[in-house]
């Protein structure tokens, strides 16, 4: 099985990119999953390999639509409060995102310094598959994306289930959390024992518009991640225009709480 992957896409290019790198790294669980899964499952949300040396476009205006504290994301460690909200301004309305830092302390940490400077804005929801996850966190802007390449956080136990309406990090295997998340769309408690640790739940009547993003491109015939992360958003917008869009993504908690050296971002070879 593929993991919530940083990908959902062609099952087959998760397998040869595992196996390329199992020949220069010691084989890991992902590995394993991905080779004896059982097809018909829906492929967990997995992130996508990151295309390592690929070409950057570069757009005049890129410099300046995003905040430019996010090229340097060592030094965003803050420790997210114990208790926080997220307010997410989509193309099919808003919804509240609550926060629990106790349930996965690295997670929330993580989302708190990416929601705090805004990386969410602008993203597409590249990967919705009815009745099992939405899917999003690969920025709108390839510098960015270049920028956060190789920031893996260690996993969280997993202490609550990812239930509907849950938030969760996807991976590409253990210890592999960086910026992609999906909410989930139904009660989906065999993501549990895989590892994937849910930090937030949205908000009552949230889901309504969480539901409604655009999930009629299927899972296999969607945006491809590697492109994605090279060209930015308006590879989406050419080739997938009917998905939708995270307008902008803010924190409703303004008090910043104090430095915290757990949540420094651990490297992991890719």
């Given at each position: 099985?593929?993991?919530?992957?940083?990908?959902?896409?062609?099952?087959?290019?998760?397998?040869?990119?595992?196996?390329?790198?199992?020949?220069?790294t010691t084989p890991g669980p992902a590995l394993a999953q991905a080779s004896t899964a059982a097809p018909a499952?829906?492929?967990?949300?997995?992130?996508?390999?990151?295309?390592?040396?690929?070409?950057?476009?570069?757009?005049?205006?890129?410099?300046?639509?995003?905040?430019?504290?996010?090229?340097?994301?060592?030094?965003?460690?803050?420790?997210?409060?114990?208790?926080?909200?997220?307010?997410?301004?989509?193309?099919?309305?808003?919804?509240?995102?609550?926060?629990?830092?106790?349930?996965?302390?690295?997670?929330?940490?993580?989302?708190?310094?990416?929601?705090?400077?805004?990386?969410?804005?602008?993203?597409?929801?590249?990967?919705?598959?009815?009745?099992?996850?939405?899917?999003?966190?690969?920025?709108?802007?390839?510098?960015?994306t270049t920028a956060w390449r190789g920031t893996d956080i260690k996993d969280d136990p997993v202490t609550q289930?990812?239930?509907?309406?849950?938030?969760?990090?996807?991976?590409?295997?253990?210890?592999?959390?960086?910026?992609?998340?999906?909410?989930?769309?139904?009660?989906?408690?065999?993501?549990?024992?895989?590892?994937?640790?849910?930090?937030?739940?949205?908000?009552?009547?949230?889901?309504?518009?969480?539901?409604?993003?655009?999930?009629?491109?299927?899972?296999?015939?969607?945006?491809?991640?590697?492109?994605?992360?090279?060209?930015?958003?308006?590879?989406?917008?050419?080739?997938?225009?009917?998905?939708?869009?995270?307008?902008?993504?803010?924190?409703?908690?303004?008090?910043?709480?104090?430095?915290?050296?757990?949540?420094?971002?651990?490297?992991?070879?890719?």
């Open positions: 099985m593929s993991s919530i992957c940083k990908t959902g896409k062609n099952v087959v290019a998760v397998l040869v990119t595992a196996l390329m790198a199992a020949v220069t499952q829906k492929a967990p949300p997995r992130s996508g390999a990151s295309a390592q040396g690929t070409a950057t476009k570069k757009t005049p205006s890129a410099a300046r639509a995003y905040d430019r504290a996010l090229l340097k994301p060592a030094l965003l460690k803050d420790k997210a409060p114990e208790q926080y909200k997220v307010k997410f301004v989509t193309t099919r309305g808003e919804f509240t995102l609550d926060v629990t830092r106790a349930w996965a302390p690295l997670g929330a940490d993580r989302f708190y310094n990416l929601v705090k400077h805004h990386f969410y804005d602008n993203a597409s929801v590249f990967r919705v598959v009815p009745n099992f996850v939405a899917q999003f966190g690969i920025s709108a802007y390839p510098p960015v289930s990812n239930k509907k309406g849950y938030i969760t990090f996807a991976t590409s295997g253990p210890n592999t959390r960086t910026t992609q998340v999906f909410i989930n769309l139904q009660d989906n408690a065999r993501l549990d024992k895989m590892g994937f640790a849910p930090f937030g739940v949205v908000e009552d009547g949230g889901m309504k518009v969480v539901q409604m993003f655009y999930d009629q491109y299927g899972d296999d015939a969607g945006p491809d991640q590697g492109k994605i992360e090279s060209q930015g958003k308006p590879y989406v917008d050419k080739g997938w225009p009917k998905l939708d869009t995270i307008k902008s993504a803010t924190l409703l908690t303004s008090a910043p709480a104090a430095a915290s050296k757990s949540a420094t971002p651990t490297k992991k070879p890719q």
